[in-house]
């Protein structure tokens, strides 16, 4: 559930009439609601009350705006990040460094250093090299790493190719059958507490059969590490439970029924669970407010040329992913159109031939389920600004993140003398 509803007939994020947010802070604008952040972080938190130790860690790759992960971390929630940006910012957020979580398979001999020098909680490792050289930093630094072994556990997550993470051609982990012995490796290292593993076997995941299967296979790994002598109380289960992204079509399990599943299978574990959610958590508790520009006649439908493009929402182009779009006044005739952006390739196209509500330029509209993958992945192609982020909480609402105009990109650009 979210709190993008309309009232009389104009849509609204909680309180605030959308057509408000677009005449102070110009369009095209991603728009948070802070009262779905939250309610999606406790609906996942309660989703897996039976699970007595755990950890939820937001994978802030999701969505890293500061506002978002201050709202998120007075949720309890602490940081799964993949680089040092993302380290700072957990940091800066008011996330405790022992809640953060350090993912990511091209981590810097840098970026190891400043994870140790900030303290965080767990370093989850690649490979065997990043193992060794977290090993090696931390006992120049006179310190033990935290950290668990990532393993691949070579099954199809059935979802988008690209963002898929767990098949053994995927570059993620290791084996999990060359698990036992790299880990054995590791673990005789001085400078590393290597206390248990790591998973994820990918995003948007509808079906938690693949993940039970892999979660299965991390616990078979467990026995035989412990069989082995080592000490295991840690386990990260990654994130990826996939949510809606188009009103009327079958739902993915809940949080709850993923709660379900995740206590069934690790029952006799005993250790502590962590677990990374991004999409769960951001996806529906944002939307990109766009107007208008045209109505451009087209061979099969018309093309209605919105401002926003594949630059402030790259999904529809990388993955085919489909984005709800809905007019910000409901008139409650439809057309049938494509919905594309100003960018000078035809993969800037949201929608080809889709129903939707009548708009004409000048019209506001919305593209839902965009708080995850949304700004983040923005870019500035064919010099557009980048796309601003707004947070709303009840009547009131506030910039998060400023639009960057081209000219402050430019400024940052440099003809050196030798062209002159
Ligand atoms: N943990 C790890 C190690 C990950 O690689 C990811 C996502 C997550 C957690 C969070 O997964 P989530 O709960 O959000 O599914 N840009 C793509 C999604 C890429 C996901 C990358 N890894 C998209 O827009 O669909």
């Known amino acids: 559930m979210d709190h993008f509803t309309y009232r009389n007939g104009v849509l609204h994020a ?6 408000a947010i677009a005449q102070a802070v110009g369009t095209p ?43 998120l971390s007075r949720e309890g929630y602490g940081a799964d990040v993949v680089s040092g940006g993302e380290m700072a910012r957990a940091l800066a957020a008011g996330v405790p460094a022992k809640d953060i979580v350090f993912s ?43 950290a668990t072994l990532r393993v691949n556990p070579d099954v199809d997550a059935g979802t988008h190719a690209k963002i898929s993470t767990g098949k053994k051609e995927n570059k993620f982990g290791v084996g999990i059958d060359s698990a036992p012995e790299i880990f054995g490796r590791l673990a005789a290292l ?23 299967a892999a979660f299965e296979r991390v616990g078979a790994l467990v026995q035989t590490l412990r069989d082995a002598g080592h000490y295991i109380t840690h386990v ?28 069934r299978v690790t029952r006799d574990w005993n250790v502590h669970l962590t677990f990374e959610p991004g999409r769960v958590i951001a996806g529906n508790a944002g939307v990109l407010l766009t107007e208008v520009l045209w109505v451009k006649p087209g061979a099969a439908a018309p093309f209605v040329v919105v401002d926003a493009a594949m630059n402030d929402l790259a999904r529809p182009a990388m993955y085919d992913a489909w984005h709800d779009f809905q007019p910000v006044i409901e008139t409650g005739e439809r057309m049938t159109a494509s919905l594309v952006g100003p960018v000078c390739e035809s993969g800037d196209t949201f929608a ?33 600004a980048l796309v601003p982020e707004v947070m709303v909480d009840g009547d009131r609402f506030a910039v998060v993140a400023d639009r960057i105009p081209a000219g402050t990109i430019m400024a940052a650009e440099r003809v050196p003398d030798w062209l002159r």
């Open 14 to 19: 909680e309180d605030v009439p959308l057509p």
């Open 29 to 71: 604008v991603y728009i948070y609601s802070r009262a779905t952040f939250e309610r999606h972080a406790r609906v996942f938190r309660d989703g897996l009350a039976a699970i007595p130790n755990k950890h939820i860690a937001f994978a802030i790759k999701s969505n890293p705006n500061l506002a978002v992960l201050n709202v």
């Open 104 to 146: 990511g398979v091209g981590k810097t001999r840098a970026e190891l250093a400043q994870g140790l020098k900030e303290g965080i909680g767990q370093f989850n490792i690649e490979h065997e090299p990043e193992g060794v050289a977290l090993a090696e930093t931390a006992h120049a630094m006179g310190l033990t790493a935290p």
């Open 190 to 212: 001085p400078g590393l507490n290597l206390r248990g593993v790591a998973v994820h076997i990918g995003s948007q995941l509808f079906d938690l059969a693949p993940m039970a």
């Open 236 to 263: 990260d289960l990654g994130g990826g439970l996939g949510i809606p992204y188009k009103a009327g079509e079958a739902l993915p399990p809940s949080p709850a029924d993923y709660g379900d599943m995740v206590a």
């Open 352 to 384: 080809i031939g889709r129903d939707i509500g009548v708009v004409g330029p000048g019209d506001l509209a919305v593209f839902r389920t965009a708080g995850a993958y949304g700004a983040t992945m923005a870019s500035t192609y064919n010099s557009r």
